[in-house]
């Protein structure tokens, strides 16, 4: 009974845990960009909870997002666009949590080639060669926000139709395709994650994303804030750790499902955020409205059930609480009292 359990991934019905399998505390989990915004709050999170960690992320790059954890976890550098570099970080590696994209959305549109070259390409090259690596389950993280394109209905289900409008959303989506192919051609067990729009400490802002971090600092900072449209875009917001959680939930699923939105299931427009702002932080901010851009999907807010039901896992943290701890954090790297 125990056998049929621990292969359909669940016990009473439950999701496995680590406390389930005898040698999962030997896991070694590698977080590719790891050194970034979602990947440093998971490398955390797998650190906490004893996993073996190792994280793969580009030369030189900054490690001040990990530098609590930097002694308690392995460090590879390479190019992600090299697949000697990808499969030697896969060495003696049981799980590989992919983060990696070279884009943002916006970014993306303005030189879809090199968004398709560095990133589907990339990944297609050591995909193919899996089964040169011990690894026994990659899990890809797509984008929720940006793969199903206008949503024909409130709440975007797994099964919604996916017709991107965005070379991110196109590169993604591609990049699901492709490992879905590779990992069942190679044996190899494969999860796909779509988060909502992910916010929350250490987020690098100057990338043109991340509303909730990009309105608080320049309200913290007392600059205007610009908008494309009036304000009514609506979106899903998930506190990172709230998305780091979900992730480790999902390394240890077993059950038959392999496509899962990450969000909290509750819509916000760029108004609520800037409402919160005001009310509940206390900052007055200024605000510039410019005309809309075509790529902007107007409303997005993702059916989270199927990963509920699966994993009992459930977001933690509402938006004003979310945004009041990055506006913690934000003051103490700004210096503002």
Known sequence: LLADRRKNGHTNGKTMTRADFQ???QTRVLVMGGLGFIGSHLSRLLVQEDYRVRVFDKLYGSRHLISDIENKIEIVEGDAEKNEDVLRAMDDVDVAVDLIHTTVPGASMMNASYDAQSNVV?????????KKTPLK???????????YGIPQRNLISEDHPTEPISSYGITKLSIEKYVAMFARNQGIDYRICRPSNVYGEGQHLHLGQGAVGVFLEQGLKKQPIEIWGDGTIQRDYLYVVDMAQAIVRLMNYRGKERVFNISTGAGHSLNDILEIIRKNLNIAIEVQYLPSRAFDVPVNVLDNSRLR???DWIPQTDLATGMRRVCHYLKDLLNIN
């Not at 990339?122 to 899996?130: E, N």
């Not at 899990?139 to 926000?145: A, E, L, N, P, T």
Request: charge should be positive.
């Open 23 to 25: 040698t999962e505390k």
């Open 122 to 130: 990339s990944h297609v090259g050591w995909l193919a060669q899996l």
């Open 137 to 147: 389950k990659i899990i890809y993280i797509s984008s929720g926000g940006t793969v």
């Open 309 to 311: 039901l699966a994993t």
